[in-house]
Structure formats: C-alpha cells, structure tokens
C-alpha cells in the first residue's frame, strides 16, 4: 500500500553539540572539560522529517506540526523547513517562549546523551492543537501519522489514538524516560509500529537482554496487547531488527567510517518512513549477511543507508542525502535495488 501524506509531530528547535575526551559517563556531581563541537544540532521532529522531505519531495506532502518561539532561532529553523520541503503550515511561533533547544555530549566511541529544555515552545504543543491541525490537513487511512518526542506524552498519545481512529498508519518513538508511562496509558494498541533503539526497547521490555533475544521479548510483551503491533529496534552498529507477522528479521548496518552517530536513528526512522509511503515492506523476507547481499527492496533498508550517510557527516543531520546521492551509492556499490527504493 502507498500513502499520500505523512503527518508528524515532536520537538522543533537547535542545539549544541560537546565532544568528551573521557570514555566513562559522566558522574552525577562531576565537572568535566569538553569540546564545543561546530557541528550543527537538531531536534528530532526536523531530523527524522529531514529525510523523509529529501526522499519524498514533490511525490508526497510531509507536515510538521509543532511550536518555535517568535524568535531567530524560530524564524530560521521555519525557513530551512520550508526550503527542505516541509509544509511548515501547522508549525506556530509563540511570542512568550523561546525555540527548543538541546545540548548533546558525545563520548568518544561516538554515543551520545541528550538533554531538551521543557520549558520552550516545543512544550506548547497540546493534545488540542495536535487534533485541530489533523483535522485540517485530511488525516485518513492513506496517511502515515509519527509521533516523536521532546513535546508532552499527552499530545503523543492523543495523536496516535485519533490516527488509529481515522485509519492511518501510526508511528510512535518512544524514549527511555517514558517507556512505562507509554504502557500505563495503553497507547501501544493504538500504535503500527513502534520505533525505538535498544536501550529505548529494554526500558519498555524492562529487560537487559540485546539485539535478537531482546526484541523477541519485547514483541511478546507489546503484542499481548497488540497483534498487530509491528517494531523497528535499532542497535548501533550492529544494525537494526524489524518484528511483523510474528517473524523477526535483521537488515546488516551500511559499513561506513563514523563521525557522529547522533541523528542516525531519526535518520533510520526518517528514511523508513519515505520507504513506507512509496509502498516498500517493513521486511523483505530473508536475512541478508552483509548490506545489499540480496536486491534492496524494504523500507528499513533505505532508512539504513540514510543511517549510515548520517553517522559520515559531523551534523545530526546529513544534508547531502537525497535520492540523487542515494542512487549514486546504489550504483557505486553494485548493489540491485528495487526500482522505487531510490525515487
């Protein structure tokens, strides 16, 4: 199935991104010297869309919907939106706080910890304004709706329960912190797929197992509440798995050399979405040993090279991907690619 638009809401806003010289995680009443990075940082609403923009554009319409403040910032980041383009149309400024903004810390085997101010505009975006702007644009069962974090649960949960009411597919990220609140409200009958890493996936699992033996647990878990509830786990550079139909499947990482591996999951996640809109599978019905082993043909496999031209590139965001580039790796590669993976 393809759709014809895809909805979305989480944080808009920039950050700041410091580089640790130490290995250990920094300690809860520890002062430690780090590099402020040059290295432009997003929050993850404009990460995730900016590959699903990229790949989509001018086929399938992608809506933001959230809150900058009336400010640079805000103006800036409106304009760049609209220039990738989104239909910054449900994106609002507020004249009383300020644009989100974000500082990562990346340690030096490239993971990274972030931290999101709650009290800037992204947090105005309520379950009331979420629904009005689904109402406008038309959501319907042709529409893909994402739910991201960095805005309130409330709003996240109210747009995946009105998307499922409407027919449209629903995406929900879920991060660490709000794994069990997600739970205790139920939302994830109301959720196609659940997008999480693996720290994410055991937070929600409330296990410390990894990689295969963990997303079995946490599909048993979620699929007692949902079937039909379908999941995409990242794991870093081991790659990611996917869970449908009650099969589990790996797709290999794209072998690359490093920089920066914050924004690879939203890049992941952003990239599947343009996958799932063009009518791509969440599987492709075999385990490949290394990437493009067999023809590329599912949708988490254009997210994966988005991925892996993410964690290349010193930004969270990798702006030269696109579908030119992306069938230019295709070609150099050698790989065999479905004739709608690359646009």
Sequence with gaps: MTYDKIIATGGIGTGMLFLSGQQETLGRSESRSVTLSPAKDYCKQQIVLYYTAALLRETIPVYPIGYVGNDSMGDSILEEMRRQGMDVTYISQSPDVPTTISVCLQYPDRETCNFTADNSASGLVTPEYVLRAMEDIGVDEKSIVCAVPEIPVDSRAAMMKEAKRRGALTVLSVPVSEAGEFA?????????????????????????????????????????????????????????????????????????????????????????????????????????????????????????????????????????????????????????ADVRFAG
């Design 184 to 336: 205790q409200r139920s939302i994830y009958r109301y959720v196609d797929i659940l997008a999480v890493n693996m720290e994410e996936a055991q937070a929600a699992a409330g296990s410390r197992s990894e990689g295969r033996e963990l997303l079995l647990e946490l599909s048993k878990l979620l699929c007692s509440l949902n079937p039909h509830l379908a999941i995409l786990m990242t794991c870093g550079k081991e790659g990611a798995y996917t869970f449908a139909g009650q099969t589990a499947e790996k797709v290999p990482p794209l072998l690359c050399s490093a920089l920066n591996t914050t924004g690879a999951g939203d890049a992941f996640l952003g990239g599947t979405l343009a996958g799932l809109a063009r009518g791509m599978k969440l599987q492709k019905g075999c385990e490949d040993r290394s990437f493009g082993e067999s023809e590329l043909k599912s949708a988490p496999e254009l997210g994966t090279i988005c991925a892996g031209m993410a964690v290349e590139c010193e930004d969270s965001i990798a702006f030269h991907v696109g579908p030119e580039t992306i069938r230019e790796m295709i070609q150099n590669r050698g790989w065999k």
